[in-house]
């Protein structure tokens, strides 16, 4: 039904909703195609304001037109009016740290049904840019994406899925055709010399692009943060960083042989020995280098705590497993689970090391936060039983169980991750903001594991409901069980290093 727009502009216009209103300005309203008018939430914006009861949202096409309080809900033909009565409203997820969204038919729309309505693709490909355009046309269900360069690593780089770039000219290459096709950031890994992580960091300011993604694991965390890098992913030499014993850490690293293969067990060596000099002072003086350089923490718990279980017992943990089971095309389940069989067995003290370790980070995530680090929600979905849009909740509860209250590791799941990815228009629920928001049945500032409640979910002004998330569920169910080729870009190649050693 097409919206009475004059009505609609004449109830806008009423000053009800008060000053928000009108900065949504009269000819976007003309061109919004449609109306949603929310009412009755209990409305968390993602700012630092409390929580308005009994609040009215309009939504027209793809903007957010105005919030208030204790609005009627217009009597205007076309316009959708959701009574919202008992609900929670919060503004639409990010996953900062997301990979394999060609796996079109798969994890977009799991992102989307989960409340995850843009992420950050840390692999871009041109399949992935594909994928992004799809959705934006309407053709695919799936969240908003900013999209990384190709990943790339060092010349005598391990990893043979990502691009080397071992001299100055591949370097440029590389950039230069990130900034072709619009990257939203340079994405740079573990394995490459100080000077070719200096290089990239010149190329992409020439070019006027972020960079973020793995800390080479020669540098310390300082130092790549003097660098510019913008976000700093998974945590990697974070405990060497601030360990009391830095400085001969990173002597040692420095001497470490060509054969880049050794060098993540090397890291992980250090990282966990240096849990016993940890330094309170050295932990605060990160967290405000963080803070003068604008750069983001994304420390991707979700996939930490993945990787700090033993491998062969993640096919038997029986919630993994039902959503493998649901949602996963059989090629990937198996590709998952032969990765997962293939380490070997841990024995019982390397289990109680791990897990101890893990502890370590979330407090040093606690620590890293309370001194003002920012901090933004990303998982790793993708890799490794890492699900789309599932582990988003997984990383909400983790940042918590680290020390952020339920309202900061909210904001780092909005907010803040939409100012990591560049996208400042996203992560509020404020008048002129993207219309990206998700709809709970109870209070995630009460119990953060409520942000899993999801009810609803608005996608570019788009409101789906229960039974449009069932639909998209069904055909997420549909094509696991259809023997589709993933294509490529799938989670074979992911990107991240385990802890070896
Ligand atoms: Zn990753
Ligand atoms: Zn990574």
Not at 322 to 350: C, F, H, K, N, V
Request: proline share 7%; net charge negative; charged share 20%.
């Amino acid at each position: 039904m097409t919206v009475d727009r004059r009505a609609f502009l004449a109830w806008l216009g009423t000053g009800a909703l008060g000053a928000a209103a009108s900065a949504f300005p009269a000819s976007d309203a003309e061109a919004a195609g449609n109306v949603t008018v929310l009412t009755h939430a209990t409305l968390i914006d993602g700012t630092d304001a409390p929580p308005t009861r009994d609040a009215t949202i309009v939504l027209a096409g793809d903007r957010i037109a105005a919030v208030g309080r204790g609005v009627a809900a217009p009597a205007v033909v076309g316009v959708r009016v959701v009574d919202l009565r008992g609900k929670f409203v919060i503004p639409g997820l990010w996953d900062a740290h997301a990979h394999s969204s060609t796996l079109k038919r798969t994890f977009p729309p799991l992102h989307l049904v989960n409340g995850v309505t843009s992420i950050r693709d840390m692999d871009g490909r041109p399949e992935t840019h594909d994928v992004a355009r799809a959705i934006a046309r309407g053709e695919l269900a799936g969240p908003r994406m900013v999209i990384a360069s190709e990943i790339l690593d060092g010349g005598n780089s391990f990893v043979d899925v990502h691009r080397r770039v071992g001299t100055l000219a591949e370097v440029r290459d590389a950039v230069r055709d990130a900034a072709a096709v619009h990257a939203g950031l340079v994405k740079v890994y573990s394995f490459m010399s100080p000077e070719i992580h200096a290089a990239i960091a010149a190329e992409a300011h020439r070019h006027g692009l972020p960079y973020g993604g793995h800390v080479p694991i020669q540098l310390p965390v300082q130092e790549v943060l003097a660098r510019g890098q913008h976000s700093v992913e998974h945590m990697y030499a974070f405990h060497a960083s601030t360990s009391e014993r830095r400085d001969e850490f990173y002597a040692r690293l420095a001497g470490l042989p060509a054969d880049t293969g050794t060098w993540p067990g090397a890291l992980a060596e250090l990282d966990q020995a240096a849990v016993a000099s940890h330094n309170a002072a050295m932990t605060q003086d990160l967290a405000g280098r963080f803070t003068a350089c604008r750069a983001w923490h994304v420390p991707t718990l979700a996939v930490l705590s993945r990787m700090s279980s033993p491998p062969r017992e993640l096919p038997h943990d029986p919630v993994l497993q039902g959503l493998a089971d649901r949602y996963l095309p059989r090629s990937i389940r198996q590709e998952w689970l032969d990765m997962a069989t293939g380490w070997p067995e841990w024995p019982p003290e390397r289990i109680a090391r791990e897990a101890a370790y893990f502890e370590a980070e979330l407090q040093l995530v606690g620590e890293l936060a309370t001194a003002g680090a920012p901090v933004a929600a990303g998982t790793d979905s993708g890799y490794l039983y890492t699900f789309p849009g599932f582990a988003t909740h997984d990383e909400l509860e983790l940042l918590v169980r680290a020390g952020l209250s339920p309202h900061r590791a909210l904001q780092a799941a909005t907010r803040d991750a939409a100012r990591c990815a560049g996208r400042p228009r996203s992560g509020t629920i404020v008048a002129g903001q993207d219309a990206d928001l998700v709809v709970l049945d109870a209070d995630p500032l009460a119990e953060i594991t409520n942000s899993r409640r999801v009810h609803a979910v608005v996608s570019r002004g788009t409101y789906l409901g229960p039974p449009e998330r069932q639909r998209i569920l069904a055909d997420v169910e549909r094509a696991a069980h259809e023997d589709v080729t993933p294509g490529t870009g799938t989670p074979g190649a992911h990107c991240c290093l385990r802890r070896i050693g």
